[in-house]
């Protein structure tokens, strides 16, 4: 069983700064893409950033690109999400999730396994 724990969110201003961690138990990370969602309150889980296997490659969605860098270490099973000039429409859960299917990394149905999420809060 592969369990995923999100943590770092919390309450910033906008323009600062956050990092998110996600420790992976169960199994080497390094099996997984590994992916970060969010979700507003009212609207869909969304896509945010993917990380391949190896770490090689990124990909973001165009409202985070040039803001949001993800990353990973596999030696220690975790994944990171690192968030700059955070802006209020970045309030959301955040979730990770490792990708076990071979649909789109932008979709959540190619996730097998997700995390509880962590609130992430930004002021204006």
């Known amino acids: 069983q592969v369990q995923l724990v999100e943590s770092g969110g919390g309450l910033v201003q906008a323009g600062g700064s956050l990092r998110l961690s996600c420790a992976v138990s169960g199994r080497p990370i390094s099996n997984y893409g590994m992916g970060w969602f969010r979700q507003a309150p009212g609207k869909e889980r969304e896509f945010v950033a993917h990380i391949v296997r190896s770490g090689g490659t990124t990909y973001f969605a165009d409202s985070v690109k040039g803001r949001f860098t993800i990353s990973r270490d596999n030696g220690k099973n975790t994944l990171y999400l690192q968030m700059n000039s955070l802006k209020p429409e970045d309030t959301a859960v955040y979730y990770c999730?490792?990708?076990?299917?071979?649909?789109?990394?932008?979709?959540?149905?190619?996730?097998?396994?997700w995390g509880q999420g962590t609130q992430v809060t930004v002021s204006s």
């Open positions: 999730a490792a990708r076990v299917y071979g649909t789109s990394w932008t979709s959540t149905l190619a996730y097998a396994y």
